[in-house]
T-cell receptor, first 109, second 115 residues
């Protein structure tokens, strides 16, 4: 069993829809990260959180430490949101990230 | 302020050859981590450099080695290349703050193809 599991693996939505991507992890963590990867490879950090909820524009990230679960929400989705969204965790004294396998999001106009 | 820069962006090598990939961290960052991302998968941790030493290492063979320079830039070297080494290699930089994890900034990656 992977330490970080994401669902769904693939998601297609119509422009304007509300989108949710889920992440579950099996280890104690110091922080959970949501990242965005566009074709070509570059990764951009969207959120780093260890409790509660964070919001940036149309993006919202939540985490439930007791349930070891996090969600990334996108409101009013747009075709430019199409990308791979990756959940990653850092745990204990480890300074590296452990990644999920990513969710390929396609938003159709 | 330049972010994390990696070079080259693309590379094609033959089985058995050796390759060196380079990374310059974000200004003010002193820690560099390298990750390998196979197609359709999440990145896998290779190793991390801090104060010019390898601080942590993932489950990669000794063919994978690295170096960090006094200016915090880093190199990833892979010897005796295998077809399975074909992947996107990502560099991430962070600032070490008394053992706390801080936000990572990623480069655009180097796409390595082994033929």
């Amino acid at each position: 069993k992977n330490e970080v599991e994401q669902s769904p693996q693939n998601l297609t939505a119509q422009e304007g829809e509300f989108i949710t991507i889920n992440c579950s992890y099996s280890v104690g963590i110091s922080a959970l990260h949501w990242l965005q990867q566009h074709p070509g490879g570059g990764i951009v950090s969207l959120f780093m959180l260890s409790s509660g909820k964070k919001k940036h524009g149309r993006l919202i990230a939540t985490i439930n430490i007791q349930e070891k679960h996090s969600s990334l929400h996108i409101t009013a989705s747009h075709p430019r949101d199409s990308a791979v969204y990756i959940c990653a965790v850092s745990s204990g004294s480890a300074r590296q990230l452990t990644f999920g396998s990513g969710t390929q999001l396609t938003v159709l106009p | 302020d330049a972010g994390v820069t990696q070079s080259p962006t693309h590379l094609i090598k033959t089985r058995g050859q050796q390759v060196t990939l380079r990374c310059s961290p974000k200004s003010g960052h002193d820690t560099v981590s390298w990750y390998q991302q196979a197609l359709g998968q999440g990145p896998q941790f290779i190793f991390q450099y801090y104060e010019e030493e390898e601080r942590q290492r993932g489950n990669f063979p000794d063919r994978f080695s690295g170096h960090q320079f006094p200016n915090y830039s880093s190199e990833l070297n892979v010897n005796a290349l295998l077809l399975g080494d074909s992947a996107l290699y990502l560099c991430a930089s962070t600032e070490d703050r008394a053992g706390m994890y801080t936000e990572a900034f990623f480069g655009q990656g180097t796409r390595l193809t082994v033929v």
